[in-house]
């Protein structure tokens, strides 16, 4: 097993204002970063933005600015979104910065020696929205952009077009030996079906008709079209072709490096064709995996700028807290598949998992070591009984499991494992009745072994929680009286005692929310005017 993990998002396109959606994406990376570095894992998160192309001059145009003005300001509102929901990320990248501008030419340059790239010219429908051609069949006769539903139009224009026929055996080849290149393999699938079987059209890489975006040396008039500017991100951050390249040394060459892609259903077909042959290209390996997401919906459809259906960020964490959101991200959209937001199954999934669940735990824990033994943890003896036993070994089948489905990929079935474990917990508590221990002084041990068991679970569950809830682990650890450097990985999964330690009660981690009042906050932020996308 690798030691080296690269985590990405997609590079965004700031056309307008960051929604739930693109938070939910980037904390599902950053929570994979997170885990990874708690266990050891040298580990680079990248994130950042896709500045270029028709769409960002347009909208910059209609709001009277310079497109690098128009994107230097919705650039803060994506790092202020980041800060405010504690995205770790190792670097944030633009592709208006100039060492990515470097890379993306001296790529095309290679293309272009290499024969891999060639001038023709373009004729085909466009859908400015999309930023994408697309062909006869898939606009069909009403002539309506398969992806977004909007009219597309006829266009011809010189450009530079990349050889896929020259790797399409290669990228099928690669498939076949790397069954788990995309996740879930039915997105793979779906491309060799969909694009692949019917015949891959070469893809149009420069474009004339625009000037935001990188301009090709050898070709004046020519800018880089946006899905090989955009795709490049990902090694051009680690320094490809630039002077430094020692992140991209060690992250990238590294055979032994798992490098995963984390990304939306709706631009699959572009990681998982056309990055990977551009990858071959340039004779560089490819990622370990594509992790493909669903989407978050809304009652009228995805949820999507252009729709105006988006829910803000910045009120929902102000409001509920920073881990409540990237806990019901997590959890509550399960990977691979789409999920809707509803404000009723908002506030159902914190209340039962965490306020009921974890919150509950926690809180009857300390409360009946204070009662039961004035603050000071006792010390684990052994497994006393087979209630013990059992509760050590689920917190030791959860830890493997826990390891075993975040390496895979299985981020909300990871999660739910360790929930599962504090449900154990709780129904521990209930099997040991440490209320009727307490009566007869002979149960003293039994007492104490039950109390010892519960701190060790929430010491592991919070620690292995702690990838979500960013804060509210440290405030369980507070409570369990532990010193900072005692906080490990190694240490929780160990089931140490932790007897001697007092604890320290504070406030519940997550109070109950009365449904119908936060019901009714949210559908109130849902209902505010929303910001709409220009185009
Ligand atoms: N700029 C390209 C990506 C280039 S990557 C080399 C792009 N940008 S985007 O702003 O449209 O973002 C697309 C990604 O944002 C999706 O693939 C998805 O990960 C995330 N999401 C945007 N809306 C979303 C939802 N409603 N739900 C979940 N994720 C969403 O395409």
């Known amino acids: 097993m690798s030691k080296k993990f690269y985590v990405t998002t997609p590079i965004y396109y700031p056309s307008a204002s960051p929604h739930l959606g693109h938070a939910y994406c980037t904390t599902l990376a950053d929570v994979l970063a997170r885990g990874k570095r708690m266990r050891g894992f040298d580990t680079y998160f990248l994130t950042g933005l896709d500045e270029h192309g028709e769409k960002i001059q347009d909208n910059a145009k209609a709001k009277g600015v310079t497109p690098k003005e128009f994107v230097d300001e919705v650039a803060v509102k994506f790092t202020d979104l980041w800060k405010i929901m504690g995205i770790s990320y190792d670097h944030f990248i633009r592709t208006t910065d100039d060492y990515h501008v470097e890379t993306v030419k001296k790529i095309f340059s290679r293309f272009l020696k290499q024969d891999d790239v060639y001038l023709s010219s373009y004729t085909g429908w466009y859908c400015v929205h999309e930023e994408s051609y697309w062909t006869e069949t898939q606009v069909g006769p009403e002539h309506l952009c398969p992806e977004c539903g909007r009219p597309v139009e006829k266009k011809e224009e010189p450009a530079y077009f990349f050889r896929c026929g020259k790797f399409v055996d290669r990228l099928l080849k690669f498939y076949d030996e790397h069954p788990d290149f995309v996740i879930p393999e039915g ?226 079935e990871a999660y739910a494992a360790v929930m599962d474990l504090v449900s154990k917990a709780n129904k521990y508590i209930e099997e040991s009745a440490p209320w009727a221990l307490a009566k007869d002084p002979d149960k003293k041990p039994l007492l104490a072994s039950c109390m010892a068991h519960l701190a060790s679970v929430l010491f592991l569950a919070g620690e292995l929680l702690s990838p979500i809830l960013i804060t509210k682990s440290k405030e369980l650890f507070d409570q369990l009286g532990l010193d900072e450097d005692e906080r490990t990985y190694e240490k929780a999964v160990s089931l140490c005692s932790l007897g001697g330690h007092h604890v320290v009660k504070g406030s519940p981690l997550f109070p109950r929310l009365d449904a119908a009042k936060e019901i009714e906050f949210i559908k109130a932020l849902m209902a505010a005017p929303k910001e709409k996308a220009a185009a």
């Open 187 to 412: 997105r793979k699938t779906e491309m060799i079906n969909n694009f692949i079987k019917p015949g891959l059209t070469d893809l149009c890489v420069t474009r004339t008709t625009f000037d935001w975006g990188i301009p090709v040396e050898e070709a004046p008039g020519h800018v880089i079209y946006v899905w090989l500017d955009a795709l490049t991100n990902y090694i051009s951050a680690l320094g490809y072709l630039q002077q430094n390249d020692a992140l991209f040394k060690n992250f990238w060459e590294d055979p032994d490096t798992e490098i995963v892609h984390v990304i939306g259903a709706d631009i699959n077909r572009f990681h998982t064709i056309y990055w990977p042959m551009f990858l071959m290209a340039l004779s560089l390996r490819e990622p370990s995996h594509v992790f493909v997401h669903g989407l978050m919906m809304m009652k009228d459809g995805k949820m999507s700028k252009s729709k105006g259906n988006v829910i803000p960020v910045p009120p929902l964490v102000d409001h509920f807290g920073v881990d409540a959101i990237r806990y019901y991200l997590t959890r509550e959209i399960i990977f691979g598949q789409d999920g809707e937001f509803t404000p009723e199954q908002f506030v159902e999934r914190l209340n039962v998992d965490l306020a009921n669940n974890l919150g509950n735990l926690l809180n009857r824990t300390v409360s009946m070591i204070e009662k039961y033994f004035g603050g000071e943890i006792p010390a684990y003896e052994g497994d006393l009984n087979d209630l013990d036993k059992n509760l050590y070994e689920a917190a030791r089948e959860t830890v493997k499991n826990y390891e075993t489905l975040s390496d895979s990929l299985k981020v909300t």
